[in-house]
């Protein structure tokens, strides 16, 4: 926030969708290559998914409009509301699912991750219409948890 605000805050949740889908399909273009030209680190693609999919659960909850400006308290309370609740999520998912992340293919979870937002866009463009899916919120939370397995994964191989 010290170098940029909150000049996030002018994103629509359609345009927060597709950065997220730029980093994860730059992630899997990488992953499918095994090289890469443009050295930015693929942890801070990771790291990029789990703050974007965290502005686009704030952008949900406050609305989008013309005014970019938060405060910075309360944009760290918001961001650390929803960090919290997906930590929580990962926890209860984690007990129930018996951590078979750790079994997992880094690359599965980029594909998940891109599965989630191809399901995003999908409901984005049904105008938030869904008949039996859990609705972006859901979706924003899961890329969130995947990206965090994966930066775990990226941790424990390099």
Excluded: C
């Excluded at 805050?9 to 030209?37: C, H, M, W, Y």
Aim: aromatic share 8%; glycine share 6%; hydrophobic share 40%.
């Amino acid at each position: 926030m010290r170098d940029y605000g909150t000049s996030w805050r002018v994103f629509r949740p359609q345009s927060l969708t597709d950065q997220l889908f730029i980093k994860a399909q730059r992630i899997r273009t990488i992953e499918n290559k095994g090289e890469q030209k443009i050295q930015d680190d693929i942890k801070g693609e990771y790291l990029g998914l789990v703050n974007y999919s965290i502005m686009a659960l704030i952008q949900i909850e406050l609305g989008t409009g013309t005014e970019t400006q938060l405060e910075p308290e309360k944009a760290i309370a918001l961001y650390d509301k929803y960090a919290k609740e997906a930590r929580n999520l990962m926890e209860n998912k984690n007990h129930d699912y018996g951590e078979a992340w750790r079994d997992m293919r880094i690359s599965s979870l980029t594909d998940l991750i891109l599965v989630k937002l191809l399901r995003i866009k999908q409901i984005e463009d049904n105008a938030g219409a869904t008949i039996v899916s859990e609705g972006v919120e859901g979706n924003y939370f899961d890329i969130i948890n995947y990206a965090i397995f994966a930066l775990i994964r990226l941790s424990e191989t390099h």
